[in-house]
């Protein structure tokens, strides 16, 4: 728990000029006069009313002999404390707001920190998505325009899934990326596939690295209660794509399709959409560019020809989808996977051939 001071109250350096005057012995009128200024221009910046500004700080400094800096000073944290207060009151009125967020889930992740006074809390959850207010977060995630609340996996759970969304970008930013290059990214694509098979610890630091290399940033980031994508592709800039992921199936198989899904939209789909995956297959249906990202990362895979044949032979028994696993260099799972996704295989055979896995491997 973290706690701040902030003061409430805000003393104009008019006063602390005035006190510094009686010390003196000298009015306002001989001050004004020794500055060559005004006597309504002292008037007005002992009564709060006029700023001192850098010029009058220095002549204060030549006729009072205290610092310039100990003025402007004093001038910046006067005006800050009433730029402040005015802030608390309108966040005060937007505190409704903040029962929309998952503050509780945020602050256990480690993904903001907790303060006791609400409008700091207020503030710190707008900090964590880089908006100055809760009609600014509006706009940039539930406009017409834009692109995330076109998704239905948005729709379920703003809140929760725009936290999680962001702090993909957040964590993608720290992601040091060579430029976007299509050719390099493909290469990365064939040579991730054999990796399939491998152990997180093995596959994961291979693929970051390749993928960072040919300007693709990918992220593991932990869905939070109500989200339910399984991962996203987006563009941060011209020459940086991101994949995001969140284990959601917590399989080997959805996590590699996933991906090569995700793949299929950096490389065929251009730079201005947004792709957030929720595995609703009539949505799907209807946007042709999730088709053929699925058509994408179904070939990579697992070759059409090979796949053809091994269909045709029709023995889906577990050992002979893993001699055809192992013959084409994937995981089973993905195989199980597919065949049960096309309704050749039962849901409730062939999942001993799948991986299972969470953050914390």
């Known amino acids: 728990m973290n706690t701040t001071f902030e003061p409430n109250f805000a003393v104009p350096p008019g006063e602390t000029l005035a006190e510094t005057l009686e010390s003196l012995g000298m009015t306002q009128a001989e001050l004004a006069e020794r500055m060559g200024r005004p006597l309504k221009t002292i008037n007005e910046i002992v009564a709060g009313k006029a700023m001192i500004t850098a010029d009058t700080a220095l002549q204060l400094e030549k006729v009072l002999g205290v610092p310039a800096s100990f003025w402007t000073n004093r001038e910046r944290l006067y005006r800050d404390t009433l730029a402040r207060r005015r802030e608390t009151g309108e966040l005060e009125r937007q505190l409704n707001w903040l029962k929309t967020m998952p503050v509780k889930e945020l602050i256990r992740a480690g993904w903001i920190s907790a303060v006791a006074e609400p409008v700091g809390q207020l503030r710190i959850v707008l900090g964590f998505f880089g908006v100055a ?37 957040l964590d993608a930013q720290k992601v040091n990326c060579a430029p976007f290059d299509e050719s390099i990214f493909m290469e990365a694509l064939q040579e991730l596939r054999r990796f399939t098979s491998k152990e997180p610890a093995q596959f994961v630091p291979v693929l970051c690295k390749q993928c960072a290399a040919a300007g693709v940033a990918v992220v593991f980031v932990p869905p939070l209660s109500g989200v339910r994508a399984y991962g996203v592709t987006r563009w941060l800039h011209s020459t940086k794509a991101l994949v995001q992921l969140s284990l959601r199936g917590k399989t080997d198989d959805h996590l590699w399709f996933t991906f090569f899904h ?54 889906f028994s577990l050992a ?42």
């Not at 959409?273 to 697992?302: N, T």
């Not at 089973?332 to 849901?347: D, M, N, T, Y």
Request: net charge positive; proline share 4%.
């Open 262 to 315: 995700e793949a299929g939209h950096v490389l065929k789909h251009g730079k201005r959409a947004v792709f957030v995956e929720d595995g609703d297959e009539k949505a799907a249906a209807r946007d042709p560019r999730e088709a053929a990202a699925d058509a994408f990362a179904c070939d990579l895979l697992i070759p059409a020809t090979d796949y053809e044949r091994f269909c045709a032979n029709g023995d």
């Open 133 to 169: 207010g809760v009609e600014e977060w509006r706009a940039l995630w539930e406009s017409p325009e834009a692109v995330f609340r076109q998704s239905a996996a948005f729709a379920a759970n703003r809140g929760a899934t725009a936290a999680w969304l962001r702090k993909g970008e």
């Open 320 to 361: 002979a989808i893993r001699r055809f696993a192992t013959r084409i260099g994937i995981a089973p799972g993905i195989v199980a996977g597919r065949l049960q996704h096309e309704r050749k295989l039962p849901f409730s055979r062939g999942n001993q051939l799948k991986r299972r896995f969470d953050f914390g491997d």
